[in-house]
């Protein structure tokens, strides 16, 4: 099964600013089978980022993923208030078991 | 519009066993795949289980498996979580999702909460 390790658990930032959430497999995700999601308090998670790096439907450009392999990355390139919340990295490549990362918390300074 | 409704969640004592369901709505049900997804209290999210479009195929995570069955019924729209043996750490709101096609989970429900405690 391959581990996902999210960093850094938190992350503080003001508005306006960049932020640059990292995820790491334990192996070799296939095909960049990676998504990224956003959960907001009392909600259900969000579906940013599939694929590794295509927006999904609605989500603002002001989100993009990147990377390959092992090491993947969510950038949120000026932040809004209603992004600050917890972001989950997940793969789902080849076949189950998939895995989500633990989680950053991106909150505000 | 896409729309995913569970129900059966609940109070239930260790040993004891459940049956959530997931209306879907929509979308053609019997086009794609489905999962559920658990998050405990304050915690991250859990991959459980998947079901392929038709039924053919399913998956679990090694903390449910031989306790837990996936199911589904096309002509209902819905899918099933069968769990059986339950533990306190089965504790935690439970969320069916479609996905696109591939794994990615496009649409989620507002989860169901399961409590297991004597």
């Known amino acids: ?109 | 519009q896409v729309q995913l409704v569970e129900s059966g969640g609940g109070v239930v004592q260790p040993g004891g066993s459940l049956r959530l369901s997931c209306a879907a709505s929509g979308f053609t049900f019997s086009s794609y795949g489905m999962h559920w997804v658990r998050q405990a209290p304050g915690k991250g999210l859990e991959w459980v289980a998947f079901i392929r479009y038709d039924g053919s195929n399913k998956y679990y995570a090694d903390s449910v498996k031989g306790r837990f069955t996936i199911s589904r019924d096309n002509s209902k729209n819905t899918l099933y979580l069968q769990m059986n043996s339950l533990r306190a750490e089965d504790t935690a709101v439970y969320y069916c999702a479609k996905e696109m096609g591939f794994g990615e989970l496009n649409y989620w429900g507002q989860g169901t909460l399961v409590t297991v405690s004597s």
């Open chain 1, 1 to 109: 099964e391959i581990v996902l390790t999210q960093s850094p658990g938190t992350l503080s930032l003001s508005p306006g600013e960049r932020a640059t959430l990292s995820c790491r497999a334990s192996q070799s995700v296939s095909s960049s089978y990676l998504a990224w999601y956003q959960q907001k308090p009392g909600q259900a998670p969000r579906l940013l980022i599939y694929g590794a790096s295509s927006r999904a439907t609605g989500i603002p450009d002001r989100f993009s993923g990147s990377g390959s392999g092992t090491d993947f990355t969510l950038t949120i390139s000026r932040l809004e208030p209603e992004d600050f919340a917890v972001y989950y990295c997940q793969q789902y490549g080849s076949s189950p078991p998939y895995s989500f990362g633990q989680g950053t918390k991106l909150e505000i300074k």
